[in-house]
């Protein structure tokens, strides 16, 4: 599943899509503010980096996001956001400077909420991908719903929004389903289209297709190579890959 998402990123980046991607790991304490607040400083330092590349038009667009972003937000939300946020301190001159005090749950929804959509306003499709969703927490879980449940109630803004969510089928917790279900049935004027992909194990026929191509022999010549390959890997699509 990482892998296909890594190909497909790279694929409609080439048709300006801007791709934002995190891991969550078992092994790892989550914090929810700063894992979504890393995905929305990645968007902000892309662009930023619009307008420093020289395009004209890529300058006009960083220019016009910004612009959004000054009237969306007084000053005192700006510096808000900037503690979550740094990049935005590149994009927004004269962000001020001030003690972080901290803000509470919900307006932190909606800081991030109105940055996400400063930046969809100006035409900019953003794809964020989520991997391994099954060992994020609850408060995440929380975080990002909101803050897409909020984009989602704004049609001409969620036609530019992908988001994908990845995650092990036989790890699914309460509060997956409950994240899941939030989007397949929603509430409240959410307006999303949502498409479920099951990714199974290749059929031996499957990895003997990819090694012929790889290899550009037939399939007499790959045979033996490609049942070896599917009975090392039980036909693991990662694992085939890497093999």
């Known amino acids: 599943k990482t892998h296909l998402v890594s190909?497909?990123?790279?694929?409609?980046?080439g048709f300006g899509f801007m791709v934002l991607t995190a891991k969550f790991n078992r092994r790892m304490e989550h914090n929810s503010t700063e894992i979504v607040s890393a995905l929305m400083d990645d968007m902000v330092s892309n662009i930023v980096q619009m307008k420093e590349n020289g395009n004209d038009s890529d300058v006009d667009c960083s220019n016009r996001v910004a612009q959004a972003i000054?009237?969306?937000?007084?000053?005192?939300?700006l510096s808000t956001l900037a503690d979550f946020v740094p990049s935005?301190?590149?994009?927004?001159?004269?962000?001020a400077n001030k003690e972080n005090l901290g803000c509470t749950h919900r307006q932190l929804i909606f800081l991030l909420s109105t940055l996400l959509c400063c930046v969809l306003s100006q035409e900019r499709k953003i794809i964020i991908a989520l991997d391994d969703l099954q060992w994020a927490d609850p408060?995440?879980?929380?975080?990002?719903?909101a803050v897409?449940?909020?984009v989602c109630r704004c049609p001409?803004?969620?036609?530019?929004?992908?988001?994908?969510g990845m995650y092990r089928e036989d790890e699914v917790s309460?509060?997956?389903?409950?994240?899941?279900?939030?989007?397949?049935?929603?509430?409240?004027?959410?307006?999303?289209?949502?498409?479920?992909m099951q990714l199974s194990a290749l059929s031996l026929n499957d990895v003997t297709e990819m090694i012929m191509?790889?290899?550009?022999?037939?399939?007499?010549?790959v045979s033996e190579l490609a049942a070896a390959v599917h009975k090392r890997t039980h036909g693991h699509a990662l694992f085939v890959v890497q093999l």
């Open 7 to 13: 190909s497909v990123g790279t694929f409609v980046s």
């Open 70 to 77: 000054t009237t969306g937000l007084d000053a005192d939300g």
């Open 88 to 95: 935005i301190q590149s994009l927004v001159p004269d962000v």
């Open 139 to 145: 408060t995440t879980f929380g975080l990002i719903s």
């Open 148 to 150: 897409l449940s909020s």
């Open 156 to 164: 001409e803004k969620v036609q530019r929004l992908v988001f994908v």
């Open 174 to 196: 309460d509060d997956l389903a409950l994240f899941i279900t939030s989007f397949v049935n929603p509430k409240g004027g959410i307006n999303a289209h949502v498409t479920d």
């Open 213 to 221: 191509s790889e290899l550009r022999l037939p399939r007499r010549l």
